[in-house]
């Protein structure tokens, strides 16, 4: 199947609920679910990370399919859990069971839909691997929940050891005083929580601390406590329309001070779109980027180009995760030689593969976390998301200001 789609193709297929198999398929088929966030304040991500699931289904299926069970092709059923519907998220995942048949779920993407979610892949015995962040999802004791990228609590330390490992590198100091702002999703109140626990570990006065709703219109709530206690730093752990509502409201006040935020509330082309200019320095721990130095990397965002060929940024975080638990599920299915979700579990459970991943290779200990995820650290700059730490990984020098 060529891939010739465009995101208004692609928004077209998610409202039906379905993303067809290629056409013309003679052998049977593995249903592959894919319930995640399609509509609401991590909506982007969502479809991202199910665009990057798709590319890697045609490129399996193109290449042959499953050749361990006959050359089986696999069939994407992708739903809209919603970004913030747990109820939504239940129903749509067990539906994907129980109704499409699906041995393997990918979702789902948004950390408070994903908990939802993995109870009912829990309940039915299929395994689900999922790009959410928050601790929580490894910490239930399930056996058939996988999580790729790194805890939040990760994410929360790697956000102030690589910004103080910046400083030190470019400005030959480290920051002593931040502000940290949180939403009320289960990722960003893990992550609040743990900056706020870095800080006092670290000695750095929190000069302005809240949590916030999704969806504010006033950014008074972060402006005057920022204007006031002057920070060096400004962590911003929101949704992508909060973080571009308050950057703005900061920059045009003057202030350039680094905000550092994490996964999709920071790393999509929106903020750029949105922003321009006022993006820069605009900084955010996440799980992958489309500049890492890694084998296979470049290849697939030669692949992601092919597949949407009016999108001028590399491929972002969702895209690169749904890519790679694709090529995973397909090692899964050719070393299980079945599909049965039991045997496909056991044998996630046991696996030990490269990766485009950070890390780049993937194995799940007895909790389902991945044990070699890292986080890296990314800034916006002239329109585009660039990778700066870890610094093997680093593809740009770092500006400070």
Same mark, same amino acid.
């Given at each position: 199947m060529v891939l010739k789609s465009r995101w208004t193709v692609l928004a077209a297929a998610l409202s039906l609920g379905v993303l067809a198999a290629p056409a013309g398929a003679q052998v049977k088929e593995i249903v592959i679910g894919a319930p995640n966030s399609l509509s609401g304040g991590y909506a982007e991500g969502g479809r991202q990370v199910v665009a990057g699931l798709r590319i890697a289904v045609d490129e399996i299926n193109a290449k042959g399919g499953i050749k361990s069970l006959g050359g089986a092709k696999l069939k994407l059923v992708s739903a809209d859990t919603s970004s913030d519907n747990p109820t939504q998220a239940s129903t749509v995942t067990r539906r994907v069971i129980t109704q499409d048949k699906a041995v393997m779920l990918m979702g789902a993407h948004v950390s408070t839909m994903t908990l939802s979610a993995q109870i009912e892949a829990e309940r039915a015995e299929v395994p689900i691997i999922t790009t959410s962040y928050a601790d929580a999802i490894v910490s239930k004791g399930f056996k058939y929940t996988f999580k790729l990228p790194p805890m939040s609590s990760a994410f929360s330390a790697a956000s102030f050891d690589y910004v103080n490992a910046l400083y030190a590198e470019v400005k030959n100091t480290?920051?002593?005083?931040?502000?940290?702002?949180?939403?009320?999703?289960?990722?960003?109140?893990?992550?609040?929580?743990?900056?706020?626990?870095?800080?006092?570990?670290?000695?750095?006065?929190?000069?302005?601390?809240?949590?916030?709703?999704?969806?504010?219109?006033?950014?008074?709530?972060?402006?005057?406590?920022?204007?006031?206690?002057?920070?060096?730093?400004?962590?911003?752990?929101?949704?992508?329309?909060?973080?571009?509502?308050?950057?703005?409201?900061?920059?045009?006040?003057?202030?350039?001070?680094?905000?550092?935020?994490?996964?999709?509330?920071?790393?999509?082309?929106?903020?750029?779109?949105?922003?321009?200019?006022?993006?820069?320095?605009?900084?955010?721990?996440? &799980?992958?980027? !489309?500049?890492?130095?890694?084998?296979?990397? #470049?290849?697939?965002?030669? *692949?992601? +180009?092919? =597949?949407? $060929?009016?999108?001028?940024?590399?491929?972002?975080?969702? &895209?690169?995760? !749904?890519?790679?638990?694709?090529?995973?599920? #397909?090692?899964?299915?050719? *070393?299980? +030689?079945? =599909?049965? $979700?039991?045997?496909?579990?056991?044998?996630?459970?046991?696996?030990?593969?490269?990766?485009?991943?950070?890390?780049?290779?993937?194995?799940?200990?007895?909790?389902?976390?991945?044990?070699?995820?890292?986080?890296?650290?990314?800034?916006?700059?002239?329109?585009?998301?660039?990778?700066?730490?870890?610094?093997?990984?680093?593809?740009?020098?770092?500006?400070?200001?």
């Open positions: 480290r920051p002593k005083k931040v502000a940290i702002f949180y939403g009320s999703d289960a990722n960003s109140q893990a992550l609040g929580a743990g900056l706020l626990a870095n800080a006092k570990k670290n000695n750095i006065e929190v000069v302005a601390t809240a949590a916030l709703p999704s969806g504010i219109t006033d950014p008074t709530p972060v402006i005057g406590p920022v204007l006031a206690g002057k920070p060096e730093i400004i962590f911003l752990n929101l949704y992508t329309d909060d973080t571009i509502l308050i950057t703005k409201a900061l920059r045009n006040l003057g202030v350039t001070a680094p905000i550092v935020g994490s996964g999709s509330g920071i790393a999509v082309k929106t903020i750029s779109e949105a922003l321009g200019k006022q993006a820069d320095n605009l900084m955010g721990t996440i &799980a992958w980027n !489309g500049d890492l130095p890694i084998k296979g990397v #470049a290849e697939f965002a030669a *692949k992601w +180009k092919a =597949a949407f $060929p009016d999108e001028k940024l590399l491929p972002q975080e969702a &895209a690169g995760e !749904g890519y790679a638990i694709g090529l995973l599920m #397909a090692d899964v299915l050719e *070393k299980a +030689k079945s =599909a049965d $979700p039991k045997v496909l579990r056991d044998t996630l459970a046991g696996m030990d593969v490269p990766s485009i991943y950070p890390g780049e290779r993937v194995k799940f200990d007895a909790t389902g976390m991945n044990i070699y995820a890292m986080p890296i650290l990314v800034t916006w700059s002239d329109g585009k998301l660039y990778t700066i730490w870890p610094k093997k990984y680093q593809t740009i020098k770092p500006q400070l200001p």
